[in-house]
């Protein structure tokens, strides 16, 4: 019970119940009442009663107790059902006019009693009450009248009799209405009584041309004049006369029930309603029902009122207003935090939540996201997107996937131990590997991660770290790439390096190695791989890979790439100039493939040094960041077509090899080093070395063994028929003046001293 109780208080019903209550605890709820109630009177106005008349003295230009008094009897004379004298007494001027008035009242006998007003507002003591002169009065009844206000000082209730030096008057209305006493110890005003519409005759043309005869018969007259008190606030209207709060509270009484509900009723019926409509899953009905329990709070006071029971809407309807424009505020931060196709959270979402402690975030991006896309109806993208993530979460076992821009999938698994975590991941990979099935589409897609493991860190920074990484898995065709965080201190270094490679380039902190490539059938070295080389003054030797990397995030691999190709040629021709044929290799970065001018640079470069293309061998890896790949395709095959030779750079470590191969005319194959490393442990390795030799052979392709470290691989892979080898054990790569000294050296040798 307490339980349920707290959970409430939390709610969104709860907290808009609490905020509007408080504001009813500090009287702001009264304005909404006071705004209420005026747009309620508006528009249930109605006439006054046409069974009172009042009959105002206000037109004497000299009034006289005389003519009181001859007015009085000008009055009973068209026999009304009863008289109310609230005008002013003016005794003591006339004496003959005094006796004569107070005769005159004395003639009504029950029939008439006099009106005494409080002089100011909410005000209920003896002091406000200025009882007329007991002369005129004689035995006749007194009433009073003083209402309760509002702050704006508007009419609300008045009280059914007044108690004054111990005696108990009643107020004007009840005795209007012949209503003396009512279920509680105040009444309210029917505030759709008109004000304005209240029948009113000139007292001194009733005197002098007997008004319309009858008029006054069986109606209840009020005798009146302007100033016996303060003007009132009324609904609806500007100050009026009391009398008209007075007329409207006889309104009231002659109903059966005159009852005040408060605003409690209405409030927990409100409140009731909401919290059931809030339960309904059903979107499209909810609205509807809300815009109906708003429209009823706002007609069922109104509606009651007309039968005498007063429920105030303001406290409901602030609680309303509160409730709305919170569900308002959590839809708009909702909407912001999902995908609006997927309806996928987003990675906003993610980011803005405190992540759990001992948790990975993990973000897979979906290679040629956008291409898949292209080729779907749009209708169709949400439902590209949620089953990529539902494959996702089957996977990782992650009940929320969320999902960024452009492909990315991010979700937080428990931190295990780094091996198991990626071995993790591989399996999750494997999951895809079966092609995705939208609509009558099927898509063969792969998937890369970004790992961060950095806990400690804030959300927004561990999820793009994640990000960034997985963009670079991406990138480099990697499936998994983690995120360290002493790479957040490199990034102000990436961001000026291109003026860092310019820099580097000029100095000569930037410079080339040569690695030798072997010849097994001509048994004499026939060639190189040119290798960057970067010997920063502070940080020491970088690895190309590192700044390779970096040089293509940051969109600054052409500079490098036309520098090596410019440095590569001068070499090339060079050792071409005194000797046999000299093969040269140079390395072109995947994001440099698809370029669309990458082709014409190329065949300037050629052109203006006076280089036979076929002395160059072009090595590209096989990657699936290569983003526009029948560009790329296009690029390789015209640069074959020159002239130039074409190298698959680490075949066996990409994905789609085979299928690379089917695609692209090549000239060689390089196997990787990470098979050729193990081709004497391992017999797998050794199958796919001796399958993939004598698969090139067949399509008429040459093989480079790279990474040959020890004499055994040398010669088992001279053995398997590869036809190139390149590694530590026949040379490191070295500066061009070292590279040529040692091969001069081997010429002269007439071989390889191996
Ligand atoms: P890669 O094209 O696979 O280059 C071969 C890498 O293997 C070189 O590393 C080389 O030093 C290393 N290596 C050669 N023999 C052995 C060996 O017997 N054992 C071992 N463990 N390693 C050996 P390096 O120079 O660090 O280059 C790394 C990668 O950087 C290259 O891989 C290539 O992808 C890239 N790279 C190097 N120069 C360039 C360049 O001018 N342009 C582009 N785009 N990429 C380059
Ligand atoms: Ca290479
Ligand atoms: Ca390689």
């Keep these: 019970m307490r339980r349920s109780m707290r959970h409430f208080l939390r709610s969104t019903i709860g907290i808009s119940l609490l905020i509007s209550l408080t504001l009813w605890a500090a009287g702001l709820s009264d304005a909404v009442g006071h705004m209420y109630w005026n747009v309620v009177a ?37 026999m009304p ?13 006339n004496g003959t ?16 009693a006099f009106v005494v007003r409080a002089q100011k507002p909410d005000r209920f003591d003896a002091s406000m009450f200025k009882f007329p002169s007991k002369t005129i009065v004689g035995n006749a009844p007194i009433v009073l009248s003083a209402w309760n206000s509002n702050f704006l000082y508007t009419v609300e209730s008045a009280p059914y009799f007044i108690e004054l030096n111990g005696r108990k008057y009643p107020t004007f209305s009840t005795a209007l209405a012949g209503q003396y006493a009512g279920a509680q110890s105040v009444y309210y005003p029917d505030i759709s009584v008109g004000s304005d519409s209240i029948i009113k005759i000139s007292g001194r043309s009733l005197l002098e041309r007997g008004a319309a005869l009858g008029i006054l018969t069986g109606r209840t007259v009020v005798v009146t004049s302007s100033g016996q008190a303060p003007l009132v606030g009324y609904f609806g209207t500007e100050m009026v006369q009391p009398i008209a709060a007075d007329i409207a509270g006889a309104e009231a009484l002659r109903k059966p029930i005159s009852m005040n509900l408060t605003f409690l009723p209405l409030l927990a019926l409100v409140v009731g309603a909401i919290s059931a409509v809030s339960r309904i899953g059903r979107q499209r009905v909810k609205l509807p029902l809300y815009a109906a329990i708003v429209v009823a709070t706002w007609c069922v006071p109104a509606i009651l009122r007309k039968f005498g029971f007063v429920a105030y809407p303001d406290v409901p309807l602030l609680m309303l207003a509160i409730y709305g424009s919170i569900r308002l505020w959590q839809k708009r931060t909702r909407r912001i935090q999902h995908t609006s196709l997927s309806g996928l959270p987003n990675l906003v979402a993610l980011s803005s939540q405190p992540l759990p402690v001992g948790r990975d975030v993990i973000v897979a991006v979906v290679a040629r996201y956008e291409e898949m896309l292209a080729t779907l109806p749009r209708d169709l993208h949400g439902e590209c997107a949620r089953q990529i993530a539902r494959r996702l979460s089957v996977g990782s076992g992650a009940n929320d996937i969320y999902h960024g821009e452009g492909g990315h999938f991010a979700w937080t698994e428990e931190a295990r131990p780094l091996e198991m975590q990626l071995n993790h991941l591989e399996g999750l990979r494997a999951l895809f590997s079966a092609p995705l099935q939208i609509g009558t589409h099927t898509f063969d897609t792969n998937i890369h991660f970004g790992l961060d493991r950095n ?123 005194t000797g046999p044929r000299f093969q040269m290799s140079i390395n072109l970065s995947a994001q440099m493939v698809d370029k669309a001018d990458l082709v014409t640079n190329f065949a300037e470069i050629v052109r203006r040094r006076g280089i036979d293309p076929s002395l160059l061998t072009v090595e590209v890896t096989e990657t699936s960041s290569v983003r526009n790949r029948p560009a790329a395709c296009h690029n390789l095959t015209q640069l074959r077509a020159m002239g130039f030779r074409l190298s698959i750079d680490d075949f066996g470590t990409g994905e789609a090899s085979l299928a690379y191969l089917a695609d692209l005319p090549s000239d060689e194959l390089k196997l990787d080093r990470r098979f050729v490393s193990r081709l004497l442990t391992s ?3 050794r199958a796919i070395i001796t399958n993939t030799i004598a698969l090139a052979h067949d399509l008429g392709q040459s093989v480079v063994a790279e990474g040959i470290e020890d004499a055994a691989t040398f010669s088992m892979l001279r053995e398997l028929g590869c036809d190139h080898a390149q590694g530590y054990y026949l040379g490191r790569p070295q500066p061009f003046a070292v590279f040529v000294q040692e091969y001069e050296e081997s010429r002269r040798r007439g071989m390889m001293a191996v």
Aim: charged share 25%; glycine share 6%; proline share 4%.
């Design 455 to 577: 806990e400690g860190l804030d959300a927004v920074t561990r999820v793009n770290s994640a990000l960034a990484s997985a963009n670079e898995a991406l990138g480099n065709g990697r499936s998994i790439e983690l995120f360290e965080s002493h790479r957040l201190a490199e990034a102000p270094w990436e961001l000026s390096l291109h003026a860092r490679i310019e820099e580097g380039l000029r100095n000569g902190e930037i410079w080339l190695a040569f690695q030798l490539q072997f010849d097994f059938a001509e048994n004499r070295v026939s060639g190189a791989e040119a290798l960057i080389r970067w010997n920063h003054p502070t940080r020491g030797p970088i690895a190309p890979d590192a700044f390779i990397l970096q040089a293509e995030r940051a969109g600054r691999i052409d500079t490098l790439t036309y520098w090596v190709l410019e440095e590569a040629i001068t070499a090339a021709l060079a050792l071409n100039a």
């Design 97 to 112: 006019g005094d006796a004569e008035l107070a005769r005159a009242v004395s003639s009504f006998g029950k029939d008439i």
């Design 81 to 93: 059902r009863n008289v109310f004298f609230d005008a002013r007494i003016p005794v003591g001027i």
């Design 683 to 685: 017999d797998r390795d």
């Design 42 to 78: 508006k528009w249930t106005r109605r006439p006054a009663p046409e069974s009172v008349i009042l009959v105002s003295v206000d037109d004497f230009a000299d009034l006289q107790t005389r003519d009181e008094a001859n007015l009085l009897t000008q009055i009973r004379k068209q």
